[in-house]
């Protein structure tokens, strides 16, 4: 067992890991296309392909293991059992297509925009949560619900003012559907991650979720090296460099820094879950929205008019109170639970009456 010590530690290195993947990557895709790129696909496929990075922790993890393991010598290379590879071979492809939503909508929106408008997808995991695991509805989560459904609806109201400048608005109006769809898809694979944790017949490890975060990736890459084969992004990749604002050079460093900083956000998310909760890890993610909003003002000046204060004020609200029911429900359940156990040792403490 991991000791208290080690554990906070690790928790703290998770967290940073996952502020940097969650605020950078936005910041990274958009300066991408901001200098002259604009490769949909590869900008899809660059989310999920350093899923190569993955191996470090896993090899770590096997040679930890192979030298604790009681007997020596029986640790299994790979844990993951065929069902649960189906599972997540199909859910690293919708992977693939909600990184494609992504992409497009990062490509029309300011950073600003669209962090905002991912942030409803706490709405649509709730909801689709209730459909497949069975998540109770509480007046906290209908709040929520209500909350970021109304932020991402100011934003759309206001969509003239926030284009950039040169975008037709077809265009911008086709990137706010396209990350909403992201936003949605978002919101369905989680609860379907949770599904198949559900269903496994076997343990769900640490080592066993980094596994799973492996194969999906792998799963969403190659979803999108498809679509850059069909796309001819391949071909167009060394005349684009070319041409790119900031040089050649830089040009491969913004799409590998990419690559490594969208995979810090799934290991640190990944980290935090394992040594804390998945409830500290959405509250992270939602105390750092606003970083990323700052970052987007600072690095492409972009306007942050009333009504993205308006909907970042309700997008924090509605996180606030989803968060903040689920600790009250995870609070009455523990009392719960601790009266059942009070109740079940009275029970077993009483004396029998003779016959």
């Known amino acids: ?10 928790l703290v290195l ?22 002259g790129g604009n490769r949909i696909w590869l900008s899809s496929f ?11 922790p896993l090899l770590i993890s096997y040679f930890h293991r192979r030298k604790t393991q009681v007997p020596p010598n029986t640790t299994n290379l790979i844990l993951m059992k065929y069902p649960v590879f189906i599972a997540t071979a199909v859910i690293g492809l919708l992977t693939g297509l909600d990184d494609y939503f992504y992409a497009y909508g990062v490509a029309r929106l300011p950073v600003s925009t669209s962090s905002i408008i991912i942030a409803s997808q706490l709405a649509f995991t709730a909801f689709f949560a209730f459909l ?13 619900v209500v909350l970021l459904t109304a932020g991402a609806g100011v934003l759309a109201l206001h969509a003239r003012s ?28 989680l609860p379907m991650v949770e599904l198949m944790y559900m269903k496994a017949k076997q343990a769900i490890t640490y080592n066993l979720v980094l596994e799973i975060q492996l194969v999906m990736c792998f799963f969403a890459t190659l979803f999108c090296t498809v679509g850059m ?26 799409v590998a820094l990419n690559a490594v900083i969208a995979q810090c956000f799934f290991l640190g998310a990944i980290g935090v879950i394992y040594c804390a909760s998945s409830l500290v890890s959405g509250i992270l993610i939602a105390a750092l929205l606003p970083i990323t909003e700052i970052l987007a003002v600072i690095f492409f000046h972009e306007k942050f008019q009333a009504e993205k204060g308006v909907a970042l004020v309700l997008s924090l609200w509605g ?19 601790k009266d059942q ?15």
């Not at 067992?1 to 690790?10: E, I």
Request: overall charge positive; proline content about 4%; glycine content about 6%.
């Open 341 to 355: 156990k009070s109740q079940s040792q009275a029970t077993e403490m009483t004396p029998i009456a003779a016959p």
């Open 319 to 337: 996180f606030v109170s989803y968060f903040y029911g689920e600790i009250k429900h995870n609070e009455t359940k523990d009392d719960q639970s």
């Open 46 to 56: 660059s989310q999920t392909a350093g899923w190569p990075i993955i191996f470090i």
């Open 14 to 35: 998770n967290c940073i890991i996952l502020a940097i993947g969650n605020c950078g990557s936005p910041i990274i895709m958009r300066l991408y296309f901001v200098k």
């Open 229 to 254: 084969l069909i796309n001819k992004d391949f071909q167009a990749i060394p005349r684009e460099a070319r041409v790119y604002e900031l040089g050649e050079t830089k040009y491969y460093v913004v």
């Open 1 to 10: 067992m991991m000791n208290n010590t080690l554990r906070k530690a690790l």
């Open 162 to 189: 926030d284009r950039p400048k040169g975008e037709s608005s077809k265009l911008y109006v086709l990137g706010f559907l396209m990350t909403l769809a992201a936003a949605a898809l978002g919101g369905l694979i």
């Open 132 to 144: 497949l695991v069975k998540q109770k509805f509480t007046a906290y989560s209908v709040n929520a």
